[in-house]
């Protein structure tokens, strides 16, 4: 045989090497399987949790639910500022949005159940829910960045991105101990209004960020699967050793309405001055606001705390 036609021989099986699909295989789901033929490249998310984990295994998606709302709560990872479209609300989403956009792959979970069966005739349709009765929300989220990384062919990346939230666990709870701040319990909330907190229990997401920190939860029950509580502010007076720790946004005219409020003034953690208001982080997303909150809550007690909210 001539080296010519070696080389040629050579390139026509790379030809066809490269015209195979990257990755074909069958995933079982909430609603039944997802069989695909090649590498997903355009990309639909219906809900937060399964945007921030195509973004963190590095893939950008064409198509995202209620998108400004995303850049507002969820914050990190960003999307980018050009080359995603929205495709309506995440509860409500245009089906004719998602199928201008062409997608290989739809996300979602079954909070759009009833629509799975017309999702399913755009594109095919991987259905995973980190919030619903009996879940446990990191592990979900765990499982759905890792099922991703396998259709989008970014295994390696899914298992950085899991080991570099424990590494920062463990870092930020080094911090915390050699300050000696992780004897005294936490309460974990977000304001309603003046009388009224969510507070985020142990079932929730943001347990896993506590518990990496070596910090307690002083609220001991359960709550929904959404993780919190929606409790009068008096059942914070039930617990007096605990700090109190307050994810932003607060509503409007809160502080002022707080600082004329006998009961808020006499309330230990007030008094004490352990109220550390921190930024916001999404408590019903994936993996990623681990790290986020775990960051934040130990920048802020490290930083000390004060008797009031902004």
Known sequence: ?????????????????????????????????????????????????????????GVTPVGVANMDGYGYW????????????????????????????????????????????????????????????GSQPYETARTQLLTLGQILDREDRAQAVLDDIEQTLASQRARLERAGLTDRPVLLVSFMDDRHV????????????????????????????????????????????????????TPPGLAERLADSPFWTHLPAVRRQQVYQIDTVWPFGGVYPIKRLATLITDNLLAGGSDRVR
Not at 11 to 33: C, F, K, Q
Not at 84 to 99: D, H, K, Q, Y
Request: proline share 8%; no cysteine.
């Open 1 to 57: 045989m001539s080296i010519d036609r070696a080389r040629r021989g050579l390139v026509a099986a790379l030809a066809l090497l490269m015209a195979v699909p990257a990755l074909a295989g069958t995933w079982r789901h909430e609603l039944g399987t997802l069989t695909l033929d090649g590498t997903p490249r355009r990309i639909v998310t219906l809900n937060w949790a399964a945007t921030e984990a195509v973004l963190l295994l």
């Open 198 to 249: 969510r507070l985020y229990t142990p079932n929730g997401l943001f347990q896993k960020a506590l518990d990496g920190l070596g910090l307690s939860n002083a609220w001991p029950t359960p709550g929904s699967f959404w993780g919190f509580s929606l409790v009068g502010l008096e059942a914070i007076a039930e617990y007096p050793d605990a700090r109190l720790i307050v994810l932003s946004p």
């Open 74 to 133: 969820v914050k990190e990872p960003p999307l980018p500022e050009s080359g995603v479209f929205n495709v309506g609300l995440r509860m409500a989403p245009s089906l004719e949005a998602i199928a201008e956009l062409k997608p290989d792959l739809i996300v979602t979970s079954t909070e759009l159940a009833p629509a799975a069966e017309l999702l399913e005739r755009i594109a095919p349709t991987y259905v995973i829910s980190v919030y619903r009765d």
